[in-house]
């Protein structure tokens, strides 16, 4: 995944920019950059490495190193960025959110007849934004050439652009899968993916951008360069996982979809009747927790935080390339209330299961520390299907989700013809698969929420909603 922020300004505006992009964080951790456009320096821009440290830290000395009065900045989870490029279209700077998936192909049509070429990276990779900005710069102007390359990128790219005149370009995938809000302030516009983030900022809301809309922002106007499109497509993950507590998308605020999401599973439980003995119900924190509160406020049952996230030092998601490395300080973070464990009956919510791995580790950790049994729920349905337009889950094959190897031990190839069936927890497969998981992570029970039981959380129109990776629609 990954966020930007910028703003347009009559006045220096670099320390915004910096707690704008910060305020991004929990949107990635491979890297972060910012660019900034002074009428007397030009444009500056400056990356660092952020997998070992948060952005502020690596970025502290910003204000000596930049000034400007408009600015931009990334956090992201793929390739560094923003980049600096000199085209037909001027000098500028550019940072996109999202993936391409036929890049491959993009670069050997685009080779075959510039008769240019790319930075390759080790390995020979192209960074995905300086390809984005070879499609732009095929056409004769930003809009033109936004607009050509989301038509031909496989996935999704919401992008953000500092021009050579200091005005900013903001542009929001042409599906509408990520969200792009613009504020206004006394002295200028922001745009950000996250509106909180220039609401600390003394900015009002001005509105999100539709599916494929492109603004342009200066300190005194925006223009609409692109209307929207029609269709709209937004990640239903953005309310269960990523998304930010104190977020709003599409008018509906992240915190109180996670505590409806809980309160739709515990009256699915009840329907159900699954009422086993439960001493206390929590979340499998961060994201998890807002889910149960829900469920234990539906429910009737205890809440209470059975063990902590240590935030001092393990304050963010630092991943090692080791998967023996990530379950170890999966574990390292996680400190128990024995007092809450020990010989109770316990059911927790989590945001999602998508291996199972850090799942499995947690289960463990709970059983190790006392725990009589351990319940689960999920907040979302069985994730069937790695991401293709954002890869929030990390996952470069399907068979590396938990649900579809499941699905493979039990009924083989003939088995993937039948996964709505096993998506629902009410069919004889439905029940098989969570028996299974159930098996292979040591739980007591296992349920997890319905794609209807999502979108009622969330509220909006299901043809507004996209939920790929649940049922592989697109």
Not at 101 to 124: C, K, P, R, V
Not at 127 to 155: H, V
Not at 221 to 228: E, G, I, K, R, V
Request: glycine residues 10%; negative net charge; charged residues 25%.
């Amino acid at each position: 995944m990954g966020g930007f922020f910028g703003i347009a300004s009559h006045k220096d505006c670099i320390l915004d920019v910096f707690f704008g992009v910060d305020y991004h964080s929990h949107l990635g951790t491979r890297c972060g950059g910012m660019a900034a456009w002074d009428r007397e320096i030009g444009l500056q821009r400056e990356i660092h490495n952020i997998c070992h440290a948060p952005f502020r830290t690596k970025f502290e000395h910003v204000l000596e190193d930049m000034k400007g009065v408009s600015a931009m900045g990334c956090i992201s989870d793929s390739e560094p960025q923003p980049l600096l490029i000199r085209s037909n279209l001027g000098t500028y700077a550019i940072c996109m959110t999202g993936v391409i998936n036929n890049s491959e192909t993009l670069i050997d049509q685009y080779l075959s007849f510039s008769g240019g070429h790319f930075g390759a990276m080790t390995g020979g990779r192209i960074n995905q934004t300086e390809l984005l900005s070879a499609l732009i710069n095929q056409k004769s102007d930003f809009a033109d050439g936004i607009r050509f390359a989301q038509k031909s990128i496989e996935g999704t790219a919401s992008i953000l652009i500092l021009t050579e005149t200091g005005s900013l370009i903001a542009a929001r995938d042409r599906m509408g899968r990520l969200p792009v809000a613009v504020g206004k302030g006394e002295d200028g516009y922001a745009v950000a993916f996250e509106a909180f983030s220039f609401h600390k900022l003394g900015f009002e809301d001005v509105r999100e951008l539709g599916p494929g809309e492109i603004v342009e922002l200066t300190a005194d106007s925006m223009t609409q360069l692109a209307p929207p499109g029609k269709r709209k497509k937004i990640c239903s993950f953005l309310w269960s996982y990523y998304g930010y507590p104190t977020s709003t998308y599409e008018g509906v605020n992240v915190e109180e979809m996670r505590y409806r999401n809980g309160a739709i599973l515990a009256e699915n439980d009840a329907a159900a009747g699954r009422n086993e003995e439960i001493d206390y119900v929590g979340g499998v924190p961060d994201s998890g927790t807002p889910h149960a509160i829900g469920y234990a406020n539906r429910s009737g049952k205890h809440f209470a935080r059975a063990f902590i996230k240590y935030t001092p030092t393990w304050n963010r998601s630092f991943m090692p390339a080791s998967q023996a490395d990530r379950d170890k300080i999966a574990k390292m973070k996680q400190i128990p209330v024995n007092e809450l464990i020990r010989g109770k009956n316990l059911l927790f919510v989590d945001d999602s299961i998508v291996r199972g791995t850090q799942l499995q580790e947690t289960v463990e950790f709970l059983y190790e520390s006392g725990a009589k049994s351990v319940h689960m729920r999920s907040a979302c349905p069985p994730i069937m299907y790695a991401c293709k337009y954002l890869n929030f889950s990390r996952s470069n094959s399907d068979l590396e989700l938990i649900a579809r190897r499941v699905i493979l031990e039990l009924e083989g190839e003939e088995g993937l013809a039948h996964i709505d069936e096993y998506a629902d927890g009410n069919t004889e497969r439905g029940r098989n698969l969570r028996r299974a998981i159930c098996e292979k992570l040591h739980l007591a029970s296992l349920e997890f929420q319905s794609i209807d039981g999502v979108i009622r959380a969330i509220g909006l129109d299901p043809c507004e909603l996209c939920t790929y990776c649940w049922n592989g629609k697109e």
